[in-house]
Nanobody, 123 residues
Framework: QVQLVESGGGSVQAGGSLRLSCAAS????????MGWFRQAPGKQREGVAT???????RYADSVKGRFTISKDNAKNTLYLQMNSLKPEDTAMYYC?????????????????WGQGTQVTVSS
């Protein structure tokens, strides 16, 4: 079992920045692929970014050039640096983990989830 705990959400004005963190209880085969997902009220959950065990990253088109996913394996921590935030980025953000492959943006294959952290961007 792997526990994931997100932090770093909050309220910010458009154009601002936030950094999300996700602490994993341990680094195992089941966390070789990790990702950030988000869900806004009334909308489906969508993949934001993923990173695999070789630090290869994938991003949703809507966040490319603004968000950066990274991880610190020594600290068992995943990060999401969010810059140039827009009101449409407002959502609950979730950290998730799965085995190594495939490490894509589809959320269905991820087996471990955090409780979520709210990000609100005002115009």
């Amino acid at each position: 079992q792997v526990q994931l705990v997100e932090s770093g959400g909050g309220s910010v004005q458009a154009g601002g920045s936030l950094r999300l963190s996700c602490a994993a209880s341990r680094y195992t085969y089941s966390t070789y692929c990790m990702g950030w997902f988000r869900q806004a009220p009334g909308k489906q959950r969508e993949g934001v970014a993923t990173i695999d065990n070789n630090s290869r990253t994938r991003y949703a088109d809507s966040v490319k050039g603004r968000f950066t996913i990274s991880k610190d394996n020594a600290k068992n921590t995943l990060y999401l640096q969010m810059n140039s935030l827009k009101p449409e980025d407002t959502a609950m953000y979730y950290c998730a983990a799965k085995g190594p492959y495939p490490c894509l943006l589809g959320w269905v294959s991820f087996g471990y989830w955090g409780q979520g952290t709210q990000v609100t961007v005002s115009s």
